[in-house]
């Protein structure tokens, strides 16, 4: 058997199921290309028959995405295998993928047909797709929960019909790793001529399974997995793409020679552009992409990895694509060995009793906040290194904003700087945008914004907002957070939390190179 993994990516059309994950056809155009820089070898890009929209980003998506086979779902309806052939049509490579349920309860209560119905259907619809390309993959959907010898029965007449891949989905996220391994096995050692196909599987997360069945299914044979970027998809999602491929790359002792064709160096990157593009976030604890993925918080584990990385870490954030390398995150949790690393980064000589005074410091910030950002423990040293002060430069007093639908946006401010008073007014885009603007009119200064974002910390429209703004002053770049039920105000307040941080660490590396001037460093 071959030790080629296919990765069969369908955050296009199962992902997109979720609620609240509707792609436009530009966006999904963006997605795709970034998939086919990531690897993937099958792009699902849609159901074809479902919308004009749908019809129209598969259709772009063949013409333009290179690299990848491209798919569309068809129901077992000769019109669903008609519109699906016409949108993959351009694609240089094209794949149509036809599906019907083979459980009694979808038969009997949804499909409404009896078992031999279902059969003949099969036969049609894979002989139809056949018409259209050479490459036809048939599902039988709810396959897990389907009686054995009828399963098997189906996959026979799919493959006697000219189905290329057969695909067991755990449609409902019902199956448990071990059974669906055997599942597989039973397949192989049942179905005539089932070695002329790829196996794939399609597993939901119902139980939180889906990750654990699809490496199951591999190890058993299958070799074609379907899955999802940050495993979104219909109700509780699908089996996470970045998951499968890590797993399969990271523990090659267990599976073998299995290889996938994925670049992994694109995978956060490929998460993030999903996130940016739907407005969805991943849980920072999310396995292989979420923000804490590379993060240590707790001292023990913290001086392990310090020590030897391999202590506490199974993988090189580098090789996912990571922007930053291991984090070591000082806390609540921290000890002294993450501490004295940190303050040596800083480029600080300290004593034993310097560690021990900053370290009681850290704990009582610690326990006072919910999250002590390495800004935090920044201020904490410019303070009691650099002797500089404990107040923030800038300080706003009142801010003022109008705007409405049929009037140009318009801020002041009002705000003191080092104790002295200072006012600007401005226009701008928007009213985040104008009073951003009088900020830096009223200061004379022109930060320049890297990064900001806006979210919503709870579902209402009374919820805080926690607003995060990354920007660069005179080549000094800092980031800034802040909270408040008023959007403009959580912007300002992260704003001016940038600022105060920038000009913090300009004076401190003033501070810094003055010392080094004067030899005492
Ligand atoms: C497990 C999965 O994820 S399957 C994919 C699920 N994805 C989607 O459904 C998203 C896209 N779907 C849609 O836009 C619409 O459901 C459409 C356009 C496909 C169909 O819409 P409608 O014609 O209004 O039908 P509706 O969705 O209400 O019902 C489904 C119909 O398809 C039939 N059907 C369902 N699956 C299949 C199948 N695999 N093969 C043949 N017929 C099927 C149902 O029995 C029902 O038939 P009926 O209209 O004769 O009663
Ligand atoms: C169409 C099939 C593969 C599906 O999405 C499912 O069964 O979940």
Not at 247 to 274: H, N, P, W
Not at 371 to 378: G, S
Request: aromatic share 6%; charged share 30%.
């Amino acid at each position: 058997m071959d030790d080629r993994v296919y990765i069969f990516d369908t955050t296009l059309r199962d992902g997109e199921q979720a609620p609240g994950f509707s792609m436009t056809t530009e966006e999904k155009l963006q997605m795709a290309m970034q998939l086919a820089r990531l690897g993937v070898d099958i792009i699902e890009a849609g159901f074809a028959i479902a919308s004009q929209g749908d019809f129209e980003a598969i259709n772009r998506i063949a013409k333009e995405v290179k690299g990848p086979v491209i798919c569309s779902l068809a129901r077992a309806r000769e019109e669903d295998i008609e519109v699906a052939a016409k949108a993959i049509e351009p694609a240089e490579r094209k794949r149509i993928h036809t599906f019907i349920a083979t459980s009694e309860i979808h038969m009997k209560y949804k499909l409404r047909m009896e078992p031999y119905e279902v059969l003949e259907r099969i036969r049609r619809a894979v002989s139809y797709a056949r018409n259209f390309t050479d490459d036809v993959e048939f599902s039988c959907e709810d396959a897990t929960r389907s009686q054995r010898d009828f399963l098997y029965k189906a996959i026979e007449e799919a493959i006697k019909a000219g189905a290329t891949v057969i695909n067991i989905p755990d449609t409902v996220g019902y199956a448990v790793p071990e059974e669906f391994g055997k599942l597989i096995e039973d397949i192989i050692n049942n179905v005539p001529n089932i070695d002329k196909v790829i196996i794939s599987v399609h597993c939901h997360d119902d139980l939180g399974l889906a990750v654990a069945n699809s490496l199951t299914a591999v190890k058993h044979g299958a070799r074609q997995v379907e899955c999802t970027i940050n495993g979104i998809g219909e109700r509780a999602g699908n089996a996470a793409l970045e998951e499968i491929v890590m797993a399969l790359r990271v523990r090659r002792d267990y599976f073998g020679e299995l290889f996938t064709g994925v670049d992994t160096k694109e995978l956060y990157k490929t998460s993030r552009l999903l996130c940016r593009i739907t407005g969805s976030f991943v849980p920072p604890n999310k396995a292989i992409v979420g923000d804490n993925a590379f993060a240590h918080e707790s001292g023990i584990h913290q001086h392990g990895v310090l020590s030897h990385r391999l202590t506490y870490e199974i993988m090189n954030p580098e090789d996912v694509g990571f922007p930053v390398s291991r984090r070591i995150v000082l806390g609540k949790h921290s000890g002294r060995h993450a501490l004295k690393q940190k303050l040596e980064e800083y480029g600080i000589q300290y004593s034993e009793d310097d560690l021990n005074r900053i370290y009681e410091r850290l704990k009582a910030l610690a326990d006072k906040k919910k999250e002590v950002y390495d800004e935090d423990i920044e201020a904490l040293i410019y303070q009691e290194f650099m002797k500089l002060s404990e107040e923030e430069p800038i300080k706003v007093q009142h801010f003022q904003v109008q705007s409405g639908d049929n009037i140009m946006p318009t801020a002041t401010v009002k705000l003191y700087f080092k104790g002295e008073e200072k006012t600007g007014t401005s226009t701008g885009n928007g009213p985040v945008d104008a009073t951003i603007k009088a900020i830096q009119k009223a200061l004379g200064i022109d930060a320049n914004l890297l990064d900001y974002s806006i979210k919503a910390l709870t579902p209402n429209t009374d919820a805080q907002a926690e607003a995060r703004v990354v920007l660069e002053l005179d080549g000094v770049r800092a980031s800034g957070r802040g909270v408040d039920t008023d959007i403009i105000k959580a912007s300002v307040n992260a704003f001016v939390d940038a600022l105060n941080r920038a000009i913090m660490r300009k004076e401190y590396i003033l501070q810094k190179s003055q010392i080094r001037e004067e030899g005492t460093i």
